[in-house]
């Protein structure tokens, strides 16, 4: 098939869908009965138009893994002002959020990058104020070493992680770190809650007596305590084999009602509802990481001395104002 150039007018005879003039190597295209001329760019304007592209990429890229590992854009869906708070004053402050939220890893950083860019929620959910989810396996990450340490001393009680995270308490518990490293304190982003410690070891227990004894958290106190102008020795009782029990009273009082604390999450009604413990924790401990409290009555452990108890033995006691521990 033989064609005119348009721009040196020489004779060409060759088909396709582009057409090239022999003579000045421009290159054309049929559009109806006109040739059209087929304009590439050179290859160092496609270079450029690559190099800034790349440039444009990695700093969106930037500004956006910047802008999403920013614990304040947490603050602008969720009410957590006290806990930004918390976190800033705290050892955590160099830790990003997707670490103990997500994870560590570019996967578990992509999660958290997603979930800060979804700020849409299609449907109510139908529970409300559900605190966020850290696994132990995030915990473990960093601090690995508190398995290994056999005891820790808190306060006047002897601590094992290892024997608190390894296994099912009372049955149907799995404990997480979060229950118990659940309290906000300025300087301690997760400071451990006393009442978490005092739910589990005392709920529903016979008689006011913790379900693993007295001693699995505190000896005997090693000094002597004055009650009244009287001189105590927990030792000399201890050694004798008289349980704790036997002279402290009303180990432990129980605030508030479990059964209103339902409603404050679950929107719809849960009357009559009922599963067993193993499921039930499952769910609110395992899955939802919930603090102890959110369903539990609030446990005071607080023990005073019944001073009738003492007469048992001693018979010859004076009336006190016993009230110490």
Known sequence: MKWKCPFCTSENESEGRILKCEVCGKEWRRKGDRLIEVRRRPPELTFLFIVVFLVIAFNVTFIGIEYTSDPRICTACHGMEKYFESWNESTHRGIKCYECHFGKGPVNFLRGTYHSLSALQPEVPPYVDIPANISNENCLACHQDVIGIEKIEYKNMSFSHRNHLEGYKRGFIRLQCVSCHSELVIGSHIAVKDSTCFVCHFYKTPEGVPISGCPSCHGSPQVDVRLDGYVFNHTMHVDRGIKCELCHDKTYMEIGNMSRNCQECHQRAVENVTMPDLQMHEIHVDSLKLDCLRCHPE???????????????????????????
């Open 299 to 325: 446990i005071i452990h607080r023990p005073i001395v019944n001073e009738d108890k003492c007469k048992i033995c001693h018979t010859d006691l004076p009336v006190m104002s016993l009230s110490k521990s």
